[in-house]
């Protein structure tokens, strides 16, 4: 009876969706607000009922019921409890009932933190979530239900996907979708705009809040995905250009470009209709993302459906939706008024220079994704597009952006001084020469160009300390002054800084990982030594363990360095009993920032194995930048202006109080 609660809680759902999607849009256009009011009360109510039915699914997965398909499909009696939970999203189903209830919690935060809003835009935004709404419901209920029935039940399931049980997995999707799913409110609030016809400084005041929690969720949920890839799929790289990994990392980049134009606008009310088009574009290519995981296009690790049937129905909600939307852009952008003018240099112009490097890298990436797919449609010729087209064009393009990066908040708005931004950056620019070098030396050398590679990072790490440094006077105000200044700074300024700061991490992770790490793959007997980073590393054998749902061999390792054991690690391969499957457990040792890999390949006659060894360093750096980057956008998050949208409260005049009061 509790399973079909969960049911049924969907179809009532998909009821309110349609009361909500239709009266308030109505009320906004009729200026009714006892009709615009349903749409705070609505939002609210759907959220409680998908919240009911992902509770009730969650629920069976932890009790074992295995009268329920999806549960008998993806979980096991014996499977640790915190992989029962995260199977609730690791399959299909599953993740789409998660898809839709981080949606209607965006619509019910917004029911919420909306107060401020103008009830006829609150309406149409809460409307247009309510349409994507009953997009996905109609998606789950018609062709991915997570509550069918079997009958009789099975004694015990088929267990989860072995390389989905793992803490990474039960983190990174949340995240992910958190990411995904939340610029669908940056594209409600476009898409409401253009059916009102206001779009002003105040509009991107609303929208960049809900569009630096998207992105700050998204670099989380990518970077979590990146490193779960990294170490439990044995293959030692941290990206692979999958085209899964491009689906979640294009939103990401025009959500980047969407933060730095909204700020334009908010600052200049310039940029109107870009800023409309891109919060449009970022969604839509979250969207694309979902169809490219679940239409069975693609063949990938991170891919959970491939019923072509799924797929064509995800297609039509591409189409009404992105269609939709760039036909209303398209009738609607030439009524809107131009914003104001501003220097090519200035800080709105280095907020259009990122601005263009970002959409014509997303574009990059969505061409080498996209292109494959297309070619073998129209003519069943099949070709990869791999990681030398992305690393090369990529790179290239990111190239001027990094140089850009430390210039734009030491430029003025609309007529910047960039002999004055030049000077100001000299020293900053010597100091990560300096750094560069200092690394290069001390990783024993390695290709010249890995110089300006590290240089790069450095100079954007310096450059965020600079723009803090210049903010608060520091070398020219007293000491005193200037530290009473530094803590004054609004936190949206620490948080870009920081985001800044860590985006030279990753630069500085990715040059040094990529120039210096080492890779050995060999055969190993028992006793066999190697060497990797200065460290020994020394085969003991093989042992054999049993996990709760697996078996495995272990390989232990000592690790020594100048004759002296430092550590020692296990290396494994595990064979899950339910679905017979084989998986690779690495060997990781962190020293540092740098990480020693050891991985397990096949056996060998005369009882050795092939063992693959990569030495790592600063690979820690990757990830640790996108944390720090991932800190500074809640930083700025906890910035009132930016958290609510809205100028911060001032006290009332003395005057008018006492005039109040009489």
Known sequence: MIIEIGHYALVLSLAVALIVGVVPVIGARRRDTVMMALAPLGSLVLFGLVAISFAVLTWAYAVSDFSVKNVWENSHSLMPLIYKYSGVWGNHEGSMLLWLLILVFFSALIAIFGRNLPDTLKANVLGVQAWISIAFLLFILLTSNPFLRLDPAPAEGQDLNPILQDLGLAIHPPLLYLGYVGFSVSFSFAVAALIGGRIDAAWARWVRPWTLAAWTFLTAGIAMGSYWAYYELGWGGWWFWDPVENASFMPWLAGTALLHSSLVMEKREALKIWTVLLAIMTFSLSLLGTFLVRSGVLTSVHAFATDPSRGIFILCILAVFIGGAF???????????????????????????????????????????????????????????????????????MLPLLIAVPFGPLLAWKRGDLLGALQRLYLVAGMALVAGLAFYYAENGGPVMAVAGLALGFWGMFGAIADLWYRANFGKAKFSVAWSRLKGLPRSAFGTALAHFGLGITVLGVVAVTTFETEAVMEMKQGATAEAGGYSIIFDGMREAVGPNYTEERGHFTISRGGVTVADVWSSKRLYTARRMPTTEAGILTFGLSQLYVSLGDPIEGGGIVVRIWWKPFILCIWGGALVMMIGGFVSLSDRRLRVGAPSRRARPAKAVLEAAE
């Open 327 to 397: 036909a209303l852009f398209a009738w609607r952008a030439p009524m809107l008024k131009a914003g104001g003018l501003f220097a090519p240099i200035s800080r709105e112009g280095s907020l259009v220079l990122n601005n263009l490097v970002l959409t014509v890298a997303t574009a990059t990436v969505l061409t080498g994704t996209l292109y494959p797919l297309v070619l073998e449609t129209l003519t069943g010729e099949k070709i990869s597009v791999g990681a030398p087209f992305f690393n090369m064009t990529f790179g290239l393009l």
